[in-house]
């Protein structure tokens, strides 16, 4: 079927968007059991962040090979497939008896949850082109903000309720109802004479082209080195909810709820300023606010008391610059492989994921013990990704 507004039966932004809730289910929702699965696991808490950090590797190399498939058997049979094998890692995490059982089958659960990300992405592109393909990826954002911030509400209720198994029994029925969306209510979007070789030396020569191309790493590492400075607060969330903040198992919506309104309106703003402002000159504008609250986060951090006003509202205004750039950098990204979007999009992905990974395994150990380390961090980070954009070289280069 062409890759064409046609070919979904479904909104595509809906259904892109419900496939991209997948990955922030699976790492915010549990976090309000941390502590209760450390303890009826026997686990330390190094063992429980293993089961963050490996998940994140684990989606982080899989992402690898979801998008040359895409390229090659077309997108929806390869997201169906993903969506199967997550629905059975998280029933599995669900019945574990143990913590070496838990991480294995939250490593389950990240080989599979990256598909819906890597191939819903190129889903767009396959089927919207120029400032149409921004304020799509833009509603994309815009609809699927709100699932980190009702995750861990809807976990601490799960976890209050019926206990922490039931957060990963929720996990496996939303995975089931987006597989029968696919099945029931969307098309193929990349058209069968479109579709690429998936011999290994033809997907490790696009690979190749990729990390030769400065344009697109330039691009692609921004993206991850901002989304990293914000994943910070993510991974870190029990620590200023809890440790902090000195609040509860159900006040987790005062860290997500703000930082979601954020992302829906610097999606909204990306939006509406497609077709009105460049792409170059958006990214400029949302990186320059990121950067000013990163800042302001880092001297709140070393002169307010704290409280949820003074760690929360920098955090926020952080993320309305980072939803503000992240539609357009995917955009420009994926232009840069206009015949391999899946493998371009699964190249995004890893780096985003593997870094994010390494942050979460790394550096979320080192800077939570206080919350100057954390707000630093988080400044050298979008620091970096400012450099990254500054040194991407001319625009000429992303034409592949």
Known sequence: MRGNKASVGLPLSLVVAALATVAPFTIDTYLPSFPDIGTELSATHAQMQLT???????????????GPLSDG???????????????????????????????????????????GMVIGRAMVRDVYHGAD???????????????????????????DMFGWHSVFLFLALVAAALFLMIWLGTGETL????RQSIHPL???????????????????????????????????????????????VNDFWMLFVPCVAAIMIGAQLSGWLAGRF????????????????????????????????????????????????MPNLNVMALDCFPHNRGMASAMQSFVQMAFTALVVGAVVPLVTVSLTMMTLCM?????????FWILRGGESEAVA
């Open 202 to 248: 033809a997907i490790a020569r696009s690979y190749a082209r990729a990390l030769r191309h400065r344009h697109f790493l330039a691009l692609v590492f921004c993206f991850a080195l901002m989304f990293s400075g914000f994943f910070i607060y993510v991974a870190g969330a029990p620590v200023v909810i809890y440790g902090v903040l000195g609040l509860g």
């Open 73 to 115: 058997f077309g997108r929806r049979r390869v997201i169906m497939a993903a969506l199967l094998i997550y629905v059975v890692a998280s029933i599995g995490c669900a019945l574990t008896a143990t913590i070496d059982q838990l991480i294995l089958l939250r490593i389950g659960q990240g080989l599979s949850a990256s598909a």
């Open 52 to 66: 963050l950090s490996l998940y994140l590797f684990a989606a982080a190399t899989s992402t690898l090979i979801y």
């Open 133 to 159: 393909a921004q304020r799509v990826m833009s509603r994309v954002m815009l609809l699927f903000a709100i699932a980190p911030a009702i995750a861990p509400v809807i976990g601490g209720w799960l976890h």
């Open 278 to 325: 460049s792409a170059t000159r958006t990214v400029r504008i949302g990186l320059g606010l990121l950067l000013a609250a990163s800042m302001v986060n880092l001297m709140q951090s070393l002169w307010l008391a704290a409280t949820p006003l003074s760690v929360i509202a920098p955090l926020a205004l952080y993320v309305l610059g980072m939803a503000l750039t």
């Open 379 to 387: 400044f050298g980070l979008s620091l970096i990704a400012c450099l």
């Open 191 to 194: 058209a069968a004479e479109k």
